[in-house]
C-alpha cells in the first residue's frame, strides 16, 4: 500500500531518485578508488581485478557477488531513469506555454543539466560498459587483463575525450543531485544547509577528479 | 518616466493570445506597477478599448492577488515584493517590460493576466486546516507551543496563496504552496491529530492537480513575495515520507 503510494505520487519517484542515485554515488566512488590502483603497476590493478570476482568467497560461488552488484545497480539505474523519465513528462505538461521573457536566476550550470546531462551518461555508460567491461568494442580486450585495456584505450584521443566529458557530466549530475537527494529525502535542515552542499560538491570533486586520474595518467606516460 | 509594456493579452480562457505593445508616458517613479496599469486601462477604456484584465484586491501585500509575471520574474525584480508593492523606482525610464500572467496548465489563464487558481483551493480543502472547532481565539498560555515552533510555523504561515512559487518553477511544481502549509500546521499542537492524513491528502490532490514534480532548483523560493524558505519542502518531504512509513496511506 505505502510502496504503491510512494510510486504513484511525484514526492515518492523523487524518493526514489534520491535514494537509487546515492547507491550509484557510492558504487562510483569505490569504482573511483578502484581505478587508482592502475597507478601500483599491471600486476596490482589486474589482481585487484580479479578479487572483485572472489569477495564473499568461499560462501558464495566465484562471480556471484559481482553479479548481485550489478543486478542492483542495473535495478537502481532503470528506477532511477524511469523516474526521471515519467516526472519530467509531467513537469513539461504542468508548463506548456514559456515565458516570453525567461529567466531562471537561482538555477546554477549543474541544475541545468541534470536532463540532457543525464541523458549523455546514460549513452556514455552504454559505451563505457561495451568498451571496458564487455570489450565489444575495444580491439585490445582481453578478460583478465583490464590494464592493458586501459592504457590502450587512453592512447586514443577522441576516447580520452568521450571519457572526459562522460565523467565531468557524471561531477555535475552529483553537484545538483547529492543535495537535491539530501532535500527529498527530508534529511535537510536549515542549520546543515551548507554542510550538505559542501558534502555534495566534494563528493562531486573527488569522484570526477579521482576518475579523471586515469586518462591523464595514461597521457602523461605515467601509466603505461 | 516613460515606459515600454509589453502585456500577454488573451480574450477569453481559449482564445489564443499574444504580447501587446503599449507605450506609458509620464508616470512618476512613485506609482505601483498596478497603477500604472490603472493609468493604461483608463487610456484604453477612453479610447474604446478592452482594458487589460489583471487581478487586484488589497494593494497593500497581504492578499495575493495580484499575479503578474513582470521581465520573466513573478512580481517583478524585487525580492519579497508583490506586484502591488513594486514601484516604478525599481526601473529605469525608457525601459521595456514584458507582463505575463502565471505560466502553468493548473493554473489556466481566464482572461489576460487573470488565471484560475482555484487549484490551490482544492488542495487546501482537501487538508489545509484543522477539523476540531477553535471557537474564538483561544487563552495564548492554554496550549504552550516552544518559540522555535511558533517561529517555524508563523514563517510558513506567512503564505498569502499567490502562486508566484508555481510560476516561477520551471516544472510548475506546487511543492513550495503545500509545503508552506504543511510546515504551518504540522509543527503546531493544534495540527497534531491529523498530521499524517494532511500531507497524504495534501500532495495526492496536488499531484492530481497536474502540477510538476520539485526538482529543488530554488526558483519559487527566490520568487515567494514572503520568503518562504526552501527549507520547508525537505520539509514536506520529511513529512510525508514519515506518514507513509506511519502506515496511513
Given at each position: 500500500?505505502?510502496?504503491?503510494?510512494?510510486?504513484?505520487?511525484?514526492?515518492?519517484?523523487?524518493?526514489?531518485?534520491?535514494?537509487?542515485?546515492?547507491?550509484m554515488?557510492?558504487?562510483?566512488?569505490l569504482?573511483?578508488?578502484?581505478?587508482?590502483?592502475?597507478f601500483?603497476?599491471?600486476?596490482d590493478?589486474?589482481?585487484?581485478?580479479?578479487?572483485?570476482?572472489?569477495i564473499?568467497?568461499?560462501?558464495?560461488?566465484?562471480?556471484?557477488?559481482?553479479?548481485?552488484?550489478?543486478?542492483?545497480?542495473?535495478?537502481?539505474?532503470v528506477l532511477?531513469?524511469?523516474?526521471?523519465?515519467?516526472?519530467?513528462?509531467?513537469?513539461?505538461?504542468?508548463?506548456?506555454?514559456?515565458?516570453?521573457?525567461?529567466?531562471?536566476?537561482?538555477?546554477s550550470?549543474a541544475?541545468?543539466?541534470?536532463?540532457w546531462?543525464?541523458?549523455?551518461?546514460?549513452?556514455?555508460?552504454?559505451?563505457?560498459?561495451?568498451?571496458?567491461?564487455?570489450g565489444?568494442?575495444?580491439?585490445?580486450?582481453?578478460?583478465?587483463?583490464?590494464?592493458?585495456?586501459?592504457?590502450?584505450?587512453?592512447?586514443?584521443?577522441?576516447?580520452?575525450?568521450?571519457?572526459?566529458?562522460?565523467?565531468?557530466?557524471?561531477?555535475?549530475?552529483?553537484?545538483?543531485?547529492?543535495?537535491?537527494?539530501?532535500?527529498?529525502?527530508?534529511?535537510?535542515?536549515?542549520?546543515?544547509?551548507?554542510?550538505?552542499?559542501?558534502?555534495?560538491?566534494?563528493?562531486?570533486?573527488l569522484?570526477?577528479?579521482?576518475?579523471?586520474?586515469?586518462?591523464?595518467?595514461?597521457?602523461?606516460?605515467?601509466?603505461? | 518616466?516613460?515606459?515600454?509594456?509589453?502585456?500577454?493579452?488573451?480574450?477569453?480562457?481559449?482564445?489564443?493570445g499574444?504580447?501587446?505593445?503599449?507605450?506609458?508616458?509620464?508616470?512618476?517613479?512613485?506609482?505601483?506597477?498596478?497603477?500604472?496599469?490603472?493609468?493604461?486601462?483608463?487610456?484604453?477604456?477612453?479610447?474604446?478599448?478592452?482594458?487589460?484584465?489583471?487581478?487586484?484586491?488589497?494593494r497593500e501585500?497581504?492578499?495575493?492577488?495580484?499575479?503578474?509575471?513582470?521581465?520573466g520574474?513573478?512580481?517583478?525584480?524585487?525580492?519579497?515584493?508583490?506586484?502591488?508593492?513594486?514601484?516604478?523606482r525599481?526601473?529605469?525610464?525608457?525601459?521595456?517590460?514584458d507582463?505575463?500572467?502565471?505560466?502553468?496548465?493548473?493554473?489556466?489563464?481566464?482572461k489576460?493576466?487573470?488565471?484560475?487558481?482555484?487549484?490551490?483551493?482544492?488542495?487546501?480543502?482537501?487538508?489545509?486546516?484543522?477539523?476540531?472547532?477553535?471557537?474564538?481565539?483561544?487563552e495564548?498560555?492554554s496550549?504552550?507551543?516552544?518559540?522555535?515552533?511558533?517561529?517555524?510555523?508563523?514563517?510558513?504561515?506567512?503564505?498569502?496563496?499567490?502562486?508566484?512559487?508555481?510560476?516561477a518553477?520551471?516544472?510548475?511544481?506546487?511543492?513550495?504552496?503545500?509545503a508552506?502549509?504543511?510546515?504551518?500546521?504540522?509543527s503546531?499542537?493544534?495540527?497534531?491529530?491529523?498530521?499524517?492524513?494532511?500531507?497524504?491528502?495534501?500532495?495526492?490532490?496536488m499531484?492530481?492537480e497536474?502540477?510538476?514534480?520539485?526538482?529543488?532548483?530554488?526558483?519559487?523560493?527566490?520568487?515567494?513575495?514572503?520568503?518562504?524558505?526552501?527549507?520547508s519542502?525537505?520539509?514536506?518531504?520529511?513529512?510525508?515520507?514519515?506518514a507513509?512509513?506511519?502506515?496511513?496511506?
Amino acid at each position: 500500500m505505502a510502496v504503491r503510494a510512494l510510486w504513484d505520487s511525484t514526492i515518492g519517484k523523487k524518493t526514489v531518485m534520491a535514494v537509487t542515485g546515492l547507491m550509484m554515488v557510492a558504487f562510483l566512488f569505490l569504482h573511483m578508488l578502484g581505478n587508482l590502483k592502475i597507478f601500483f603497476g599491471a600486476t596490482d590493478f589486474n589482481a585487484y581485478a580479479a578479487w572483485l570476482r572472489t569477495i564473499g568467497e568461499p560462501f558464495l560461488h566465484f562471480t556471484w557477488y559481482l553479479w548481485i552488484q550489478r543486478v542492483v545497480l542495473a535495478v537502481a539505474l532503470v528506477l532511477h531513469i524511469v523516474s526521471a523519465w515519467q516526472l519530467s513528462r509531467r513537469d513539461r505538461r504542468a508548463r506548456p506555454v514559456k515565458y516570453a521573457h525567461g529567466l531562471r536566476p537561482q538555477a546554477s550550470f549543474a541544475t541545468h543539466t541534470m536532463r540532457w546531462g543525464g541523458v549523455i551518461i546514460a549513452v556514455f555508460l552504454i559505451w563505457h560498459l561495451l568498451d571496458l567491461t564487455v570489450g565489444a568494442v575495444n580491439p585490445n580486450f582481453v578478460p583478465g587483463k583490464p590494464y592493458q585495456a586501459v592504457v590502450a584505450d587512453f592512447q586514443v584521443w577522441w576516447i580520452n575525450i568521450v571519457y572526459i566529458i562522460g565523467v565531468v557530466m557524471v561531477g555535475l549530475h552529483i553537484n545538483h543531485g547529492f543535495w537535491s537527494a539530501a532535500q527529498t529525502l527530508g534529511v535537510n535542515r536549515p542549520v546543515r544547509d551548507v554542510a550538505i552542499r559542501a558534502t555534495g560538491t566534494t563528493v562531486a570533486l573527488l569522484i570526477t577528479l579521482g576518475f579523471l586520474t586515469v586518462p591523464i595518467g595514461v597521457m602523461t606516460g605515467l601509466v603505461h | 518616466m516613460n515606459l515600454t509594456l509589453r502585456i500577454w493579452r488573451q480574450p477569453g480562457p481559449d482564445a489564443g493570445g499574444s504580447m501587446v505593445t503599449y507605450q506609458v508616458s509620464d508616470v512618476s517613479p512613485d506609482m505601483s506597477f498596478l497603477e500604472v496599469l490603472d493609468v493604461l486601462n483608463e487610456r484604453l477604456i477612453r479610447a474604446g478599448e478592452q482594458p487589460v484584465a489583471f487581478d487586484h484586491d488589497c494593494r497593500e501585500g497581504i492578499c495575493g492577488s495580484c499575479a503578474m509575471v513582470i521581465n520573466g520574474r513573478p512580481h517583478g525584480p524585487e525580492q519579497t515584493t508583490t506586484t502591488c508593492q513594486l514601484h516604478l523606482r525599481s526601473f529605469r525610464d525608457g525601459d521595456v517590460i514584458d507582463v505575463e500572467p502565471w505560466r502553468a496548465r493548473p493554473f489556466p489563464v481566464i482572461k489576460d493576466l487573470v488565471v484560475d487558481r482555484s487549484a490551490f483551493d482544492r488542495i487546501i480543502s482537501s487538508g489545509g486546516y484543522i477539523t476540531s472547532p477553535t471557537g474564538s481565539a483561544p487563552e495564548a498560555h492554554s496550549i504552550l507551543v516552544p518559540k522555535p515552533v511558533a517561529d517555524l510555523a508563523f514563517e510558513n504561515a506567512t503564505c498569502i496563496g499567490c502562486g508566484a512559487c508555481v510560476a516561477a518553477c520551471p516544472n510548475g511544481s506546487a511543492m513550495l504552496f503545500t509545503a508552506a502549509k504543511v510546515a504551518h500546521l504540522n509543527s503546531l499542537p493544534q495540527g497534531q491529530p491529523e498530521r499524517e492524513s494532511r500531507v497524504l491528502s495534501m500532495v495526492a490532490t496536488m499531484d492530481a492537480e497536474g502540477f510538476g514534480g520539485c526538482t529543488n532548483t530554488g526558483e519559487c523560493a527566490a520568487a515567494c513575495p514572503k520568503g518562504i524558505p526552501l527549507s520547508s519542502i525537505a520539509n514536506l518531504n520529511r513529512e510525508y515520507l514519515h506518514a507513509l512509513r506511519a502506515g496511513r496511506a
